[in-house]
């Protein structure tokens, strides 16, 4: 993300981008684990949308369809939450892997 | 009644690629809350966690107007974009008709502690806002200072656990009941493992004529210590245990809005996390046993004043 200089920021300390922060990547802090998720044991509570802290599960016309890694983190709040017997979330290994993007 | 999918059709007004920790409840609360109101929206947030991580130059997790705030002034900041709304208003610079929608936010060190003078001044003045003090029981964002929300016995770097000290050796401010001292018009605690019932308080704060309080308990898994997915289990060991009671109080008037069945002792509370673990030793005994007193004393307290409410 370039950075604007003192001659082109906005005078206040304004930033006019609202909601820039989507290209801050948080998926790149995940170590070791991650969601998976498994529609057919799905019954669309939307608990892990509600319970996940960065905004990462998917909904797409009404429906929860799965996770969105560039900002998941890992921290297995869905996974814990998600009701159903057979569970819809379970937490996989996952390599880790030193990204170059993301700190951009 | 809001269902979950409706909600999260709607726009996010705080967005991701925020840098909150692994499993921080911040985001949870402010999920609810922010979609509690359609009209525009503008926010006023002192500075700690919330603040810091959603706006890390040059980007912004906010969707909404938002407005950084010192540590101490996030009410008196608030009140005072409310205060030229309405003189707009009388000028007829912005039409009669439109809403706008105003929101005070502080972590329990900016509201319990430094902001409390200018919180109390300004719903003092009657400035419609609502102010959400979203109590993680610490000053996590600077390392896990004590405030005034520290709970008795837990421990913080500047109230640390050791061969000389057993943690925090206060008890907590209760700054809900300070709150409905002032006598405004809503004032309620709440919890993110019960969204709908946060979700109602937030819509009844927004809806109130005057100011309104909303005290959210926050997980934070980096200063509780506790792994970081079991965070909406303690918020409902919270409510079970009454270290947090979830109740409001309008116009005066007080309900408890959860009763555990079976009140669990404050011991399980204390087991979930590693603030607490020093407890267990054995010369420590008495605070739990303080702990649990001074729950038990204060549920009971809450449970009168809610009879004493429902009598017409
Ligand atoms: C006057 C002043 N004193 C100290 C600080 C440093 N400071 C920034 S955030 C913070 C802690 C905030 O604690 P709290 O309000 O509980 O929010 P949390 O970090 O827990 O979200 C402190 C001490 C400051 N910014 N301004
Ligand atoms: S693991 Fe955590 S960050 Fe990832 S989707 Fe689940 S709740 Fe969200
Ligand atoms: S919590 Fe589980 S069952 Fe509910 S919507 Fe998410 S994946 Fe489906
Ligand atoms: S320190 Fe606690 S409150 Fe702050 S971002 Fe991390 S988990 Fe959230
Ligand atoms: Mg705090």
Not at chain 1, 59 to 85: H, I, M, R, S
Not at chain 2, 87 to 104: E, T
Not at chain 2, 244 to 263: A, F, S, T
């Amino acid at each position: 993300m370039k950075k604007e200089t003192w001659t082109e920021l906005a005078i206040g300390a304004l930033n006019l981008q609202a909601g820039n922060s989507v290209s801050n990547l948080t998926g790149t802090w995940r170590s070791g684990r991650k969601p998976e998720f498994i529609e057919d044991n799905c019954i669309q509570c939307f608990f892990c949308w509600l319970y996940c802290p960065h905004f990462a599960v998917r909904v797409e016309e009404g429906k929860v369809t799965g996770f969105n890694y560039d900002y998941c983190t890992g921290c297995g709040l869905c996974a814990e939450e998600c009701p159903t017997k057979e569970k819809a979330i379970v937490m996989v290994k996952e390599e880790t892997k030193i990204i170059e993007e993301g700190k951009k | 009644m809001a269902k979950l999918k409706d909600l999260a059709q709607m726009e996010d007004r705080l967005v991701a690629g925020h840098g909150m920790c692994l499993g921080c409840g911040i985001p949870l609360i402010f999920k609810i809350i922010l979609r509690a109101t359609e009209d525009p929206l503008i926010i006023a947030n002192a500075t700690g966690c919330l603040e810091v991580c959603t706006t890390i130059f040059p980007r912004t997790a906010w969707n909404v107007s938002w407005i950084h705030s010192a540590f101490e002034n996030a009410a008196s900041t608030i009140a005072g974009v409310e205060a030229m709304y309405k003189a707009l208003k009388n000028k007829g610079k912005i039409p009669a008709d439109k809403k706008i929608k105003f929101l005070g936010v502080g972590g329990d060190g900016g509201t319990y502690d430094i902001g409390l003078q200018a919180l109390s001044g300004a719903v003092e003045r009657g400035h419609e806002f609502v102010y959400v003090c979203y109590d993680n029981n610490v000053y996590a964002n600077t390392g896990g200072q004590r405030s005034s929300a520290t709970p008795l016995g837990a421990s913080a770097t500047t109230a640390p656990s050791g061969s000389k000290s057993p943690g925090k050796i206060q008890g907590r401010k209760d700054l809900a009941q300070i709150m409905v001292a002032h006598k405004i018009p809503y004032v309620a605690q709440a919890s993110p493992h019960r969204w709908q019932d946060l979700y109602n308080k937030a819509k009844k704060a927004f809806e109130a004529v005057g100011p309104a309080f909303l005290n959210v308990l926050c997980l934070c898994p980096t200063e509780w210590k506790y792994d970081e997915s079991k965070g909406i289990k303690l918020a409902q060991l919270a409510a079970d245990t009454c270290v947090w009671p979830l109740y409001e109080v309008e116009n005066g008037r007080y309900k408890i809005n959860y009763k555990p069945k079976q009140k669990k002792p404050v011991l399980e509370w204390l087991e979930s996390q590693g603030r607490f673990r020093h407890l267990f030793k054995e010369e420590n005994a008495w605070i739990i046993e303080k702990i649990q007193q001074d729950v038990d004393r204060d549920w009971e307290w809450l449970t009168r004043l809610a009879e004493i409410s429902s009598r017409p």
